[in-house]
Structure formats: C-alpha cells, structure tokens
C-alpha cells in the first residue's frame, strides 16, 4: 500500500499563489508516476501536472507557465506551486501515484479562488 497525504490548500485571492504538498509512505519504491490532479463539481477529474516515469513533466494547457511541479530527491514528496491563480483554478486537487500495484489517491486539499 502506499499513502497519500496533501496539504497546502486554501483560499486565496486572484492573482495569488498557493503551495500543495503531497507526501507519500509506505511502498514508495513500488511509484512510477507522481501527479496532480482536480476536480469541480459536475465535472470529471482531471490532470493538472505530472511527472512521467523518466522524469519528464507534462502540464494541462490551462494551467502551463503557471503551475510548475516538483519533488524532493527521494521522490517521496511531490509539490505543486501555483501562480497566478484565477476563479477557474478553484476545485479540489488530488495527488496521484501509479504503482507497480496501480493507482493511489489522495484525500483531496481545497482550493478556493476567491476575492
């Protein structure tokens, strides 16, 4: 099993910035891929940045030259710096691992966009 816990989320102001956290235990060295994803109500889940299995970043189109994702060097922690953010960035974000079991989530953090 590998768990996931986030934080970070909140409510800011337009223009402003957040920083979330995703921290991963257990069976760490069973992760291939670490993402964010988010999800508003009435609406599918989506990808908002990830890092694939050789390292390389992949971002949604609204989000590039906003977002940027990073991670520690053991790999165990995945964050993601937003900037910038607007009323359309609001939504609850998800950190995902794909593991040589599968998939894992997170809780879920809130982020409000907000004035």
């Known amino acids: 099993q590998v768990q996931l816990v986030e934080s970070g989320g909140g409510l800011v102001q337009p223009g402003g910035s957040l920083r979330l956290s995703c921290a991963a235990s257990?069976?760490?060295?069973?992760?291939?891929?670490m993402a964010w994803y988010r999800q508003t109500p009435g609406k599918e889940r989506e990808l908002v940045a990830r890092?694939?299995?050789?390292?390389?970043?992949n971002y949604a189109d609204s989000v590039k030259g906003r977002f940027t994702i990073s991670r520690d060097s053991a790999k165990t922690t995945v964050y993601l710096q937003m900037n910038s953010l607007n009323p359309e960035d609001t939504a609850i974000y998800y950190c995902?691992?794909?593991?040589?079991?599968?998939?894992?989530w997170g809780q879920g953090t809130q982020v409000s966009v907000s004035s």
């Open positions: 995902h691992v794909l593991t040589t079991w599968g998939p894992f």
């Open positions: 890092f694939t299995s050789d390292g390389s970043t």
């Open positions: 257990g069976s760490i060295f069973r992760i291939r891929t």
